[in-house]
């Protein structure tokens, strides 16, 4: 006699138990600080910021004699003033003059130590690092009398020559450190395939590594341009002709003992700042990109 099996039923589905709620990220107390809170202290800063150059260009563009807090009518007899009856297109011609100059020097001299610091490894390596560094602690007052009787001897005094010597020579520590850190951020091994290409060592550099030292050259070149403008001291001490003179100095020549033209001043200041705003406007990128790579070794 054949019996039948009964049919085996199928396990129930085993039960699955919901996962506990995942605790929220803990907020800290500034990302839900309201938005009055945040700009409420930029826009304090930004007015106390702003006032200065408001004041800078309210002396002027108002008439001489006026006491209006708004420039109207507005008048270029102070810019005029400045620009042709005190020289001021002279100095302005001799400061870019010193910038560019001292620009591209820093910028070569900085990329050659730079890559040998970076590339190199020789027995002086590191007291020489320290010794770029403590110069950043020497003020360049105290350089003043010795640079003066080296330039007497080398007849360079009331050249723009001295104070494009002077500033390069000043600007180069800090420049061929962060050039040099820049470098150690590049691959080496990126160097090391283009030799196996057939390149030389200099057509690598060029081929291969400098074109990735943009941010890098455009803040240390920047950085010696900015300094150079706006430097007083080298200029007032080398350069006694009026026609060699640049801004800064050309600035100092508008307040006298007993007197101070506001208004030529305030233009003069405007004149000088111009570039300055320009550069950075146009190089802002290119300058916090630079100065963070070059600051540490990634």
Not at 46 to 67: C, H, K, N
Request: aromatic share 14%; glycine share 6%.
């Amino acid at each position: 006699m054949i019996t039948k099996e009964a049919p085996v039923a199928a396990p129930a589905p085993a039960r699955t138990t919901p996962e506990p709620p995942r605790p929220n990220k803990k907020r800290r107390a500034w990302d839900e600080a309201p938005r009055w809170q945040i700009y409420l202290p930029l826009g304090i800063y930004l007015v106390f910021t702003l006032i200065p150059f408001y004041w800078i260009l309210l002396f002027a563009l108002r008439p001489a004699g006026s006491s209006s807090l708004i420039p109207w009518p507005m008048t270029t007899v102070h810019f005029e003033k400045v620009w042709t009856d005190r020289s001021f297109g002279t100095f302005f011609y001799n400061s870019v003059l010193v910038g560019v100059a001292t620009l591209i020097m820093t910028t070569l001299v900085a990329l050659a130590g730079g890559y040998a610091l970076a590339r190199f490894d020789f027995k002086i390596k590191r007291a020489f690092m320290l010794a770029l560094l403590c110069s950043q602690f020497v003020p360049g007052a105290l350089l003043l009398v010795p640079l003066f009787e080296i330039f007497a001897e080398l007849q360079m005094i009331n050249s723009l020559g001295s104070v494009i010597i002077a500033e390069t020579v000043f600007q180069l520590p800090l420049s061929i450190i962060l050039i040099s850190n820049f470098i150690k951020n590049v691959p080496y091994s990126l160097e090391e395939a283009a030799w196996v290409d057939g390149c030389n060592r200099f057509k690598a550099f060029r081929v291969v590594v400098l074109p990735l030292l943009r941010p890098g050259l455009i803040a240390v070149g920047s950085f010696a341009f900015v300094h150079s403008w706006n430097h007083f001291l080298f200029a007032l001490m080398f350069l006694n002709n009026q026609e060699k003179q640049t801004i800064p100095v050309g600035l100092n020549t508008l307040m006298s003992a007993d007197s101070v033209d506001l208004g030529a001043l305030a233009a003069g200041g405007i004149i000088a700042a111009v570039p300055v705003v320009i550069v950075f406007a146009f190089i802002q990128k290119w300058l916090i990109t630079g100065f963070s790579a070059g600051a540490v070794k990634g």
